[in-house]
Structure formats: C-alpha cells, structure tokens
C-alpha cells in the first residue's frame, strides 16, 4: 500500500491594495493624464494676462484626443474632464483665495471643474456619433450655459470666448455671443484632433481607398469643413467690425471721461475709511476740471465714477452730497456716481441695501438711478448664511445686498447709457436688456480694490467682448483699475494703470444699430443646447445605454469605428 503525503495548501499570493492598483492604472495612463493636465494650463493661458488665445485651440484638441482613445470609458472621460478643469480654474482663480482663503478658492475651482467632467463623460458617450467634433463642441457650450445658471445665479466666469479677445475668432460674437465663440473654439479644436488622426492613420496604412470606400466622403472631409466654415465665418464679419470700431459712419461723437480715484489700500477693508474715498474721487474730478480749463483736456459730455466711489449715501448725508456736487459743477457736467442705498426693510438686524448708479446733475443733484440686479454671491451677500457661517470666519463680512430691477439703462445729459455694475458684466443678459432698452454707450462700473491686477484684467476682456458682441463703445471706470475705453471692435482707445489715482477722457460715438447676437442669442443658445441633448439622445438609442464601464474588445467596437469615420 503505497504511503501518503499530506502536504499543506500554498499560502495565497496578496495581490496589489487598492493604492497600488491606482497607482499601476495612473502609470497606464500617464499620456492621458499628462494631456488633460496640459490642457487645463492651456485654457488658462488663454486668458489675460498671458492672452494666448490659440491656446484654447490646443487645449481642446488634446482633451479630445484623450477622450476619443478607445479604452476611455465615461467614468473615465468623467475623471479627464475633472483633471483638465481643475488644471483650468485653479490658477485662473487664486484672486478668491487672497479674498476669502484657500478654501473657499479651492471649493469654487473643484465646484467649476465638476462641468468639465461632465462634458467628459458625455463626450466619451456620443463620441461615435458621425461628425462627432460638431457633438463634442456643443457639449462644451451645453455645460458653459449650465455653468452659468447654477448653482446660486451661476458662475459664467472662465467661459472660453472670454479668451478670445486677442484672436481672429472673436468677430463672431458679434453674431451669436459668447456661446457661439465658445463653440467655436471647441469646434476649431476638436476638428484639429480629428483631421491630424485621420492623417496619421492615413499615413501608416499607406493604401489606396478599396472599392467598399469609393462611395463614402473621405473621413478628413467633415473636420476640415468645420474648420473652413469657422475661419470664414469671422473673416465675412470682421470688416464691418473694424469698421464700427474704427469710427465709420454718421453716428455722433461725444466726449466722455471715466475717473479712477483709487482707495487708501487694497483688500476687504479698503472701505473702512469710505470718506477717503470719495474725497479721492472728488479731487481726481477736480483735476480733470483744471486740465480742461487749461486746455490739456477736452470738456466730456458727461463723467463716470466707479462702483462704490461714495460708500456714503449722497441722498442721505448732506456732506457727501455738497462733495460731489462741487465735483459736478466744477466740471460742468453730469457725474454717474457709484454708491450703497440702504434698501426698504433695513434694519439693524437686517441691513440690506442696493448697489446704485446715481445721475448727479451739477445743478438739480440726483437724478435716475441704476441699481445692480445681479448681485455676486458670497461676496454682496451670503446665501444660506446661517449654514456657511459655520464654515469660513470670513462669511460675515459678506454684504446683504438685494438686486434691483429695471433695464440698466440711465440717461445722462440725454444720452441712454445702459449701466453693467462690475459682476453683472459676466452675464449675458445684462448688457443685452440694456442695449434692446435703447442703450447707446455702456458704461462699466467697477470696485476691484479687493482683489488683484490680474482679475482686473480679467474683467477688461470681459468688457471687450461685450463692445464686439453690442457694436457698443464701452467704458470701464473702476476705483483701483484697471480703467478703460473700448472701441466697438475690442480695441482699447485708453486705459490707466492699476492702483493708481488718474481718469481718462476720449472721444466715443453714440450707436444705435443692433447686431445679431443681440437679437438672436439667446434664440441661439437654446438651439445648441437642444442639439447637445439631442445628440445625447441619439447616444443613448445608439449604445443601448448610457453609461458603462469597460467595453468588450469586439467587432462592435469595428462597427462603431467605422460610423464615427
């Protein structure tokens, strides 16, 4: 009988912890990684002050590079997405975190980044749709509408157009706003990425179309169309608005001269000496009244003070209101003063008030009033503010601002100005109501002496897409800066320095005539909104489902290849 040996079972081998199992999927995917990171920092760098504005074009070709490989799935496209759009507004935002701290700056970024991951994983759904550059870049405007609705009002802050203000694109806001950029700049991208694919694939195979393809358009055709019909789009727009910005035309011509008073220092308590500051803004108006009756300056039409340069209700205090009077007549023309009003039911317990807009005439004092109606959360004042007290010290400080109504239009010395305070100049229906309102100029008052000078530059670009967008002549007076005149083509005809006491007087022309993006923008924005969703819905039909995971190597995936081509 033959003798058996019991030998004990080998011990079981420790596969890899979930770290190292993220960190050998990282490793695989280092070049995906590495592009969406590069693409972020691209997309920031189209912004001022860099103003690199092909940089956004990169940046989306590279994102669509990475979410249009095949082992990207929606999860993945999702994670992409977040990366690049955290590599975006992270060092786009930093201005918040001088203000508030860092983690308000980093909520802000993260809560941001969360549309672009969207636009990933939606991206990588329809993504075998044909024509799916035109699918990816309606996508990208679907989450920059989104992104201005919510949460608390929206954040339309870092919208690609915004970057354009440099670039050959930017002509085509005057026909459909800054959606229609945006889309446009996506669209440029995302078709780059297909036509070099197409090419590259073109040149490793190295053979002739077989007979099956000789009745299917080459796949370099649709890319290279959106491209064409991009480029020649701004081409057919840009000389009637280099014309307008130029000066052609019969429209009247008026001098109009912005004051930029300064504060006694920068930061969140720049208004603790709020007299300080009007008296800045009253002798930087006096200045320009001697430099006329010198002859160094010509007499303007009307002047415009910034945003909060009378903390101290003119209406209400006899002292601020004889101030800015003699400003008034010392120039000899009417002041639109920036002030704070206190609003119906202020109470000690709850002080709410209104960021006005006052017309003071040199000789009847106030007239018509703007005041803001798109107020800036967490800043003018805290939404939930019993539950994010708890979260920041800094909470209190925010202010109990209530928005006001109307159409932002003014008349000064009988000019209709239509009035974008600051933050309201990000949303597209501000300048746009006023404008429709009869708006001829439009002025942009400013406080940014709680932030920095790149955030400033950031709200000038905002400002030069609207003169496109309207065929407006706009002007930016802000208390620190940066202040500035900007011609209807986004030129800047004049502008000061950053933190700096000085004013500008130019020669701007009253315009009346309506572009389309006035018009039909908002028409337009919700077209590409409902191409998106429909686009969506076809990817749905198409894979049977929307979301998944992994995807089978099968001749499916041949299938669905061959539809995208």
Same mark, same amino acid.
């Given at each position: 009988?033959?003798?058996?040996?019991?030998?004990?079972?080998?011990?079981?081998?420790?596969?890899?912890?979930?770290?190292?199992?993220?960190?050998?999927?990282?490793?695989?995917?280092?070049?995906?990684?590495?592009?969406?990171?590069?693409?972020?920092?691209?997309?920031?760098?189209?912004?001022?002050?860099?103003?690199?504005?092909?940089?956004?074009?990169?940046?989306?070709?590279?994102?669509?590079?990475?979410?249009?490989?095949?082992? !990207?799935?929606?999860?993945?496209?999702?994670?992409?997405?977040?990366?690049?759009?955290?590599?975006?507004?992270?060092?786009? &935002?930093?201005?918040?975190?001088?203000?508030?701290?860092?983690?308000?700056?980093?909520?802000?970024?993260?809560?941001?980044?969360?549309?672009?991951?969207?636009?990933?994983?939606?991206?990588?759904?329809?993504?075998?749709?044909?024509?799916?550059?035109?699918?990816?870049?309606?996508?990208?405007?679907?989450?920059?509408?989104?992104?201005?609705?919510?949460?608390?009002?929206?954040?339309?802050?870092?919208?690609?157009?915004?970057?354009?203000?440099?670039?050959?694109?930017?002509?085509?806001?005057?026909?459909?706003?800054?959606?229609?950029?945006?889309?446009?700049?996506?669209?440029?991208?995302?078709?780059?990425?297909?036509?070099?694919?197409?090419?590259?694939?073109?040149?490793?195979?190295?053979?002739?179309?077989?007979?099956?393809?000789?009745?299917?358009?080459?796949?370099?055709?649709?890319?290279?169309?959106?491209?064409?019909?991009?480029?020649?789009?701004?081409?057919?727009?840009?000389?009637?608005?280099?014309?307008?910005?130029?000066?052609?035309?019969?429209?009247?011509?008026?001098?109009?001269?912005?004051?930029?008073?300064?504060?006694?220092?920068?930061?969140?308590?720049?208004?603790?000496? $709020?007299?300080?500051?009007?008296?800045?803004?009253?002798?930087?108006?006096?200045?320009?009244?001697?430099?006329?009756?010198?002859?160094?300056?010509?007499?303007?039409?009307?002047?415009?003070?910034?945003?909060?340069?009378?903390?101290?209700?003119?209406?209400?205090?006899?002292?601020?209101?004889?101030?800015?009077?003699?400003?008034?007549?010392?120039?000899?023309?009417?002041?639109?003063?920036?002030?704070?009003?206190?609003?119906?039911?202020?109470?000690?317990?709850?002080?709410?008030? !209104?960021?006005?807009? &006052?017309?003071?005439?040199?000789?009847?004092?106030?007239?018509?009033?703007?005041?803001?109606?798109?107020?800036?959360?967490?800043?003018?004042?805290?939404?939930?503010?019993?539950?994010?007290?708890?979260?920041?010290?800094?909470?209190?400080?925010?202010?109990?601002?209530?928005?006001?109504?109307?159409?932002?239009?003014?008349?000064?010395?009988?000019?209709?100005?239509?009035?974008?305070?600051?933050?309201?100049?990000?949303?597209?229906?501000?300048?746009?109501?006023?404008?429709?309102?009869?708006?001829?100029?439009?002025?942009?008052?400013?406080?940014?002496?709680?932030?920095?000078?790149?955030?400033?530059?950031?709200?000038?670009?905002?400002?030069?897409?609207?003169?496109?967008?309207?065929?407006?002549?706009?002007?930016?007076?802000?208390?620190?800066?940066?202040?500035?005149?900007?011609?209807?083509?986004?030129?800047?005809?004049?502008?000061?320095?950053?933190?700096?006491?000085?004013?500008?007087?130019?020669?701007?022309?009253?315009?009346?005539?309506?572009?389309?993006?006035? $018009?039909?923008?908002?028409?337009?924005?919700?077209? &590409?909104?409902?191409?998106?969703?429909?686009?969506?819905?076809?990817?749905?039909?198409?894979?049977?489902?929307?979301?998944?995971?992994?995807?089978?190597?099968?001749?499916?995936?041949?299938?669905?290849?061959?539809?995208?081509?």
């Amino acid at each position: 009988m033959a003798e058996t040996t019991d030998h004990p079972d080998p011990a079981p081998v420790a596969g890899p912890n979930r770290l190292e199992r993220l960190g050998i999927a990282a490793a695989d995917r280092w070049a995906q990684l590495a592009a969406s990171v590069v693409a972020g920092m691209l997309l920031r760098a189209s912004f001022p002050p860099l103003n690199w504005w092909w940089a956004a074009i990169l940046a989306f070709g590279l994102l669509a590079w990475v979410l249009i490989r095949r082992e !990207t799935t929606v999860a993945g496209g999702f994670g992409y997405g977040l990366l690049c759009g955290l590599a975006f507004y992270l060092p786009l &935002l930093p201005w918040v975190g001088g203000l508030v701290g860092a983690l308000p700056w980093l909520m802000l970024a993260l809560m941001c980044a969360l549309f672009p991951a969207v636009f990933g994983a939606a991206a990588v759904a329809l993504r075998d749709l044909a024509g799916w550059p035109v699918w990816f870049a309606l996508l990208w405007a679907a989450q920059e509408w989104a992104k201005s609705m919510v949460p608390f009002g929206g954040f339309p802050w870092g919208a690609i157009g915004y970057g354009q203000t440099s670039g050959p694109l930017l002509p085509l806001v005057a026909l459909g706003g800054v959606p229609l950029l945006s889309l446009a700049v996506a669209l440029t991208g995302c078709a780059g990425t297909a036509l070099t694919v197409e090419i590259i694939r073109w040149l490793r195979e190295a053979s002739p179309p077989t007979a099956a393809d000789s009745g299917r358009p080459p796949a370099v055709l649709l890319p290279g169309l959106c491209i064409c019909l991009v480029l020649l789009s701004a081409v057919v727009v840009w000389p009637g608005v280099r014309r307008s910005g130029a000066g052609a035309g019969d429209d009247p011509a008026i001098t109009v001269a912005a004051v930029q008073g300064n504060v006694p220092r920068l930061g969140l308590d720049f208004n603790a000496q $709020r007299r300080q500051v009007l008296d800045y803004h009253v002798r930087e108006t006096l200045r320009l009244a001697d430099d006329i009756e010198a002859g160094r300056a010509a007499a303007p039409l009307f002047v415009i003070w910034p945003e909060n340069a009378s903390d101290i209700d003119p209406i209400a205090n006899a002292d601020a209101a004889h101030e800015i009077t003699m400003a008034a007549q010392a120039i000899d023309a009417p002041i639109l003063v920036g002030t704070v009003r206190a609003a119906p039911g202020w109470t000690r317990e709850n002080p709410v008030a !209104t960021n006005s807009v &006052l017309v003071w005439d040199p000789q009847t004092g106030p007239g018509e009033s703007h005041d803001k109606r798109i107020v800036q959360p967490f800043g003018e004042y805290l939404p939930w503010r019993g539950f994010f007290r708890q979260l920041s010290g800094y909470a209190d400080r925010a202010g109990y601002f209530v928005p006001g109504d109307g159409d932002g239009v003014v008349h000064v010395a009988g000019v209709p100005v239509g009035v974008a305070t600051c933050w309201e100049v990000i949303f597209d229906r501000a300048p746009r109501e006023s404008v429709l309102a009869g708006a001829q100029l439009l002025a942009v008052p400013s406080n940014n002496a709680t932030f920095d000078e790149t955030m400033s530059e950031q709200q000038l670009a905002f400002a030069k897409v609207r003169a496109v967008e309207h065929n407006r002549y706009v002007v930016v007076a802000g208390t620190t800066g940066i202040s500035a005149v900007i011609a209807p083509d986004g030129r800047e005809l004049a502008r000061t320095a950053f933190f700096e006491p000085a004013y500008l007087d130019a020669h701007v022309r009253l315009k009346t005539a309506l572009t389309p993006a006035t $018009r039909w923008a908002p028409i337009l924005q919700w077209v &590409l909104l409902g191409a998106a969703v429909a686009g969506l819905l076809a990817a749905i039909r198409q894979n049977g489902r929307f979301t998944w995971f992994t995807r089978r190597s099968t001749g499916a995936d041949v299938d669905s290849e061959e539809r995208r081509r």
